[in-house]
């Protein structure tokens, strides 16, 4: 008797990291880990999630799982997302990083966008807990930026932090 088996590895973490591509996710974990993913100026540097142990002092850690970066119909395989959103539903709690030097989009947009792309692949991912976090806060030029990030995370009960990795 032989049998065909498709076995699906979901990789197991704490907190999983999105975001539209290029908004620092891989510098964040390469920053508060030992990870050492690819880090580049260019779109889909990041090709497959890489974890990254953070220690949370004492003998407390914690697993972060970097993603390559969402684009908009990530759910339904645009750019490398549905090959991957399966890694982070295991996660208890989603990091949701948002550049505010992208030109074209706004803070609510970027968050929206993410936000649907993750409740159109799962229901269920939708509904995990999420902090949203401004990222480059080196290259904030506008003021404008920050105050629109807060009254947003405000408006959808999320906490906001704002940070640079640099």
Do not use: M
């Amino acid at each position: 008797e032989e049998r065909w088996i498709h076995l699906e590895l979901k990789l197991l973490a704490d907190v999983g990291v999105v975001g539209f591509p290029n908004a620092g996710k891989s510098t964040l974990v390469s920053r508060l880990s030992a990870a050492k993913p690819k880090i580049a100026d260019y779109p889909f540097t990041t090709l497959a999630p890489v974890p990254g142990i953070v220690s949370l002092g004492g003998q407390r850690s914690c697993v972060v799982a970097d993603i390559p970066g969402l684009i908009e119909g990530a759910h339904g395989g645009a750019g490398l997302g549905d090959r991957f959103l399966r890694h982070i539903e295991r996660c208890r709690v989603i990091l949701h990083l948002v550049d505010p030097t992208t030109e074209g989009r706004s803070f609510a947009q970027a968050v929206d966008t993410i936000d649907r792309e993750l409740a159109l692949y799962s229901p269920t991912l939708a509904e995990k807990p999420q902090v949203l976090v401004l990222t480059k806060k080196d290259a904030l030029q506008d003021a404008g930026v920050l105050r629109e990030a807060q009254r947003e995370a405000r408006k959808r009960h999320r906490p906001l932090y704002v940070v640079s990795a640099v």
